[in-house]
């Protein structure tokens, strides 16, 4: 790939332009996210996202399918320490620089090298969610990669997400979810419900964005002050029952579920409902990334 300039991609011929609407960084897998104006791009995605992550007393990951309270569970980033708060709990305090034994637990089919949190933070999870649990944080000597089938045999790492570095969304695809979900009589919700890292809405002097453009996009190159970014969609994100927990209240209702099966079946994932595209990273690591950067991208031909 090449190395465009800043001002080149301004210039650049693209069938979408955009900005970066959003950024949402998730340090604790399955709990709620953080909104920020910035964030460092990695080779494993956002900076903190998904570093951390909640397991029962066999190591095996916990989330919000078979545990919704953890959508309570909000986390803070501040200065040297993420801070962890909880209805009826006291404050938890992590620092980002020190963990404790060396452990090793398992996401979906994958054994992950990670580094226990110590007594008090396994505590104050159990004490939370009502089973026993432990918070772990990934070791980042581990390399963990992406499915090679949907990356086209690129080396894409990440850490706790479900498989890929970068969720992206548009605010689009929000947009007309909302007015199907409104015809049947619900409330319109929130972009936190699919959990995405980056959303995309229309640049003030740009193509507009239709939704789920995102699905159809070929390679995003962000302007960024130190060049830019390049990430590639690579695979449309299945949806599991998560979109339909209201992360204000952790219950759960079926209409966001059922609205999605009624026009987002996809057959890329042989019929399953999609909403956001899985993204990799392929240039532009270390950059930082910001609200308002613009975005350049061309349709995917196949």
């Keep these: 790939m090449s190395d465009l300039s800043t001002a080149a991609l301004a210039d650049a011929p693209a069938d979408v332009a955009a900005v970066v609407s959003r950024l949402y960084v998730y340090p604790v897998k399955s709990c709620a996210g953080v909104r920020v104006e910035q964030a460092i791009l990695l080779d494993t995605g956002l900076e903190f996202d998904r570093a951390w992550m ?80 432990r918070l772990v944080r990934f070791d980042p000597d581990h390399k963990r990669i992406s499915s090679l089938h949907w990356t086209g045999g690129i080396e894409a790492l990440n850490q706790f997400s479900d498989g890929y570095p970068v969720l992206l969304i548009s605010e689009a695809s929000l947009a007309q979810f909302n007015e199907k979900l409104m015809a049947k009589g619900f409330a319109a919700v929130g972009m936190e419900r699919f959990r995405p890292n980056i959303v995309l809405g229309d640049a003030v002097d740009g193509l507009e964005l239709m939704a789920h453009d995102e699905d159809r996009l070929d390679l995003l190159q962000i302007a960024t002050e130190q060049g830019d970014v390049q990430l590639k969609p690579v695979k449309p994100c299945p949806r599991c029952p998560i979109p339909n927990i209201d992360p204000a209240t952790a219950l759960s209702s079926a209409e966001v579920g059922d609205t999605l099966q009624s026009y987002r ?26 609200v308002g950067q613009r975005v350049g991208a061309s349709y995917r031909f196949e």
Excluded: C
Excluded at 114 to 123: L, T
Excluded at 265 to 284: C, K, P
């Design 54 to 133: 909640v397991v029962d007393g066999k190591g095996e990951f916990l989330t919000q399918r078979e545990l919704p309270r953890m959508a309570l569970i909000r986390p803070q980033l501040k200065h040297f320490e993420m801070i962890l708060r909880a209805p009826g709990m006291l404050a938890l305090h992590i620092a980002l620089d020190q963990v404790e034994a060396p452990s090793r637990v398992r996401l979906w089919d994958d054994e992950v090298a990670a580094y226990d949190m110590g007594p008090i933070a396994a505590q104050w999870f159990t004490d939370f969610l009502g089973v026993p649990a």
């Design 265 to 290: 079946q996809d057959a890329r994932v042989n019929g399953a409902v999609t909403f956001g595209m899985n993204a990799i990273v392929l240039h532009g690591i270390g950059h930082l990334l910001r």
